[in-house]
Structure formats: structure tokens, C-alpha cells
């Protein structure tokens, strides 16, 4: 698939988010200022709440997660991948969600939408009909949906770079950034992200991926290190400016 196509892919999945955003800002819920350290605070106690009173829906690393329409999922833990499927059988990844991040088929137009565990995952679903009724749930949802678009923007800004190479290092530096533990190396990235993902998420063959990391590996700045890759925190730090 074109990188034009997956760019396009990838707006369709944004405007879908902003969309989303847009009716919970208007929705008279949600409050019209920023959220304070109390409401962040509230949104992890009204999770905790429903953590005890419901049985999390456990997936093991390589499950699909079914999606229903008027449901969205809350990932609680670990990280899962979020991608669809071409015509011609081709996946193209449209982005990864951790511990807080919600999820589901009330947050795209993107069709056809799967996701799918890339470590063990502990999932809380939630009704639309439930998150409409909670002030505090729909705020915090909200919070977590904003740095979803964030991903979302900075994955997109990578089809802008013309080298391949920076493609992959700016890719592997922000998913380090957003999901990384940091270790004596450096930060470990807690998934393994096969070469043909990589590829698929850079626009670029599997190959090309191989050879790449190697030459980062050779750079100093990339190791690997029982297949999970760690990435050099002064390379985060150059590449994001986030860290």
C-alpha cells in the first residue's frame, strides 16, 4: 500500500477522534476548563471502583479483542495494536494503546478496525450509554482520547520524512517515549514489534528493516536484547525532544 494511502487511512481515523472530542466538548458533562489535579485523581478512583465491582476481560499476547459498536474498551494493562486490513490482505498499523488509553468502534470510521493484544492485556468494557452518564468517566476519557490524537499527529508527521532510516528512528524513538521503561541501556520497549510491523508502520519492505537496524545497532544507539529493543535515552531526547 501507498504511503499517500495510509496517510489517508490514518486522517479518516483522526478526523474520526476530533469528531469524537468535539461532542464531548460540547456535551454539558464535560467541564469547560482544564481538568484539574482533583478530577484527574477522581478518574483513577471511579476505574479502581469499577476494577473491583467487574470481572476484566483478560487477553493474552496475539488475541484478537472483539469490538462492538456502542462499547469502548479501556486498556488497563499492557498495550495493544490497532490496525486494519486492505483489500489485497496487507495490515496497516494505525497505532498502539497502553495502560488508561480507550479504544473501539465509537472512536473510528476507519473499516475494516481490529485490535489486537501485543502483550498479556486486562480490558474494561463500557458502554456508551454508561460513559454518557458519568461526568467525571467521560472527562477522563476524554484526557486519554487528546494523546491518542497526540500518536496519531506524530505518526502521521512520519510520512513527511523522505529517508526511510528517519522514518524508523523517529518511529522507534516515539513508541520508547510513550510506553518505554527505563533501564540501565537505556529504555526498553516492553513489545516486540516484528520487523514486518515496523515495516508496515514506515512504509518500507521487511528487509529494509533488517538492515536498518543493524546499521542502528552498529550507530551505537539501538540494542537488542532478548529480542525486546532498546533505544539510547539521548537518542529519545534528540529525535522527540519529549523525553
Request: proline share 5%; glycine share 6%.
Amino acid at each position: 500500500m501507498s504511503s499517500h494511502g495510509k496517510t489517508a487511512i490514518a486522517c479518516r481515523g483522526l478526523l474520526a477522534a476530533i469528531k469524537v472530542i468535539s461532542v464531548l466538548a460540547k456535551s454539558s458533562l464535560l467541564p469547560s476548563r482544564p481538568l484539574s489535579p482533583l478530577t484527574a485523581r477522581s478518574f483513577v478512583a471511579v476505574l479502581e471502583q469499577l476494577y473491583q465491582e467487574r470481572t476484566l476481560a483478560p487477553y493474552r499476547a496475539g488475541q484478537a479483542i472483539p469490538l462492538r459498536l456502542e462499547e469502548v474498551l479501556v486498556i488497563c494493562r499492557g498495550v495493544v495494536q490497532l490496525f486494519t486490513i486492505q483489500q489485497d490482505g496487507s495490515e496497516t498499523l494505525l497505532g498502539l494503546a497502553g495502560p488508561s488509553m480507550p479504544v473501539g468502534l465509537p472512536l473510528t470510521i476507519v473499516h475494516p478496525y481490529w485490535v489486537t493484544a501485543l502483550t498479556d492485556v486486562d480490558v474494561l468494557p463500557l458502554p456508551m450509554v454508561e460513559v454518557e452518564q458519568s461526568p467525571v468517566l467521560m472527562a477522563g476519557l476524554c484526557r486519554h482520547l487528546m494523546l491518542r490524537l497526540q500518536q496519531t499527529e506524530a505518526w502521521l508527521a512520519l510520512s513527511g520524512k523522505r529517508l526511510v532510516a528517519d522514518r524508523l528512528r523517529q518511529l522507534l524513538c516515539l513508541i520508547a517515549e510513550e510506553f518505554g521503561q527505563v533501564e540501565r541501556e537505556g529504555v526498553r520497549i516492553p513489545v516486540r514489534l516484528t520487523h514486518h510491523q515496523l515495516a508496515n508502520a514506515t512504509g518500507t519492505t521487511r528487509v529494509t528493516v533488517t538492515r536498518l537496524l543493524k546499521d542502528f545497532k552498529a550507530e551505537g544507539w539501538l540494542h537488542i536484547h532478548q529480542r525486546y529493543l532498546i533505544v539510547a535515552l539521548d537518542e529519545i531526547k534528540t529525535t522527540t525532544g519529549l523525553f
